[in-house]
């Protein structure tokens, strides 16, 4: 019976971890989507914007060879070059435009895949301690009361120190006296008001 409840703990937070581990990766996929549909949409207007600049520099050389019929003076040189290089300006602008916003996307989707993953592990963790905590907790083999322990035949001097109320300190690799929550001064006697 209690490993049976155990094992259902476990089941449900592991299944709750990996459907948030689902929604994540559907969240990063749509991201990526994004970022796909971002850069595709920051080449059209490159590709828009080269087409205006190309237009203008077309326009602007057709108009200076008719009004002086010279294209080759340094003045319509120099403004020439200037449409050009400023054309190209808005070219490069849109491209780093797109794809910064694109990088932002990749960066979100990156972000949710470990958010799942996070998710999934954490799931698995919740999993194994709510088994472990429910399985110790309805007297699993090793949830003994010192009753217990000392008609099975365990260390009968933990037992004792148990009773005695003495508690393992981890910390201190040794046994210790267990503090009570009343307050008490350095040398361990009540405190009064």
């Known amino acids: 019976m209690q490993l049976a409840v155990a094992a259902v703990m476990f089941v449900g937070s592991a299944y709750k971890g990996a459907q948030k581990k689902k929604l994540k990766e559907k969240e990063a996929q749509a991201y990526i989507e994004a970022r796909d549909r971002r ?3 920051a080449t059209r207007e490159a590709a828009e914007a080269r087409r205006e ?3 203008m520099y077309s326009r602007a050389l057709a108009s200076s060879g008719k009004q002086s019929g010279k294209t080759s003076e340094p003045g319509i040189a120099t403004l020439l070059a200037d449409l050009n290089a ?5 070219v490069m602008s849109r491209i780093w435009a797109g794809q910064n916003e694109a990088e932002g ?3 979100r989707a990156e972000a949710a895949r470990r958010e799942g993953e996070a998710a999934y592990m954490s799931g698995l963790i919740n999993g194994v301690t709510s088994a472990v905590s429910s399985y110790y907790g309805m007297g699993g083999s090793q949830g003994l009361t010192t009753q217990d322990q000392m008609s099975r035949g365990l260390d009968a001097a933990k037992a004792e120190r148990l009773e005695m109320g003495q508690v393992w300190s981890s910390k201190a690799k040794a046994w210790v006296p267990k503090i009570p929550s009343a307050r008490v001064d350095f040398q361990g006697r009540p405190i009064t008001y």
């Open 86 to 90: 400023e054309g190209e300006y808005h």
């Open 53 to 55: 600049k190309e237009f």
């Open 105 to 107: 996307l990749a960066f």
């Open 39 to 41: 850069m595709a949409a």
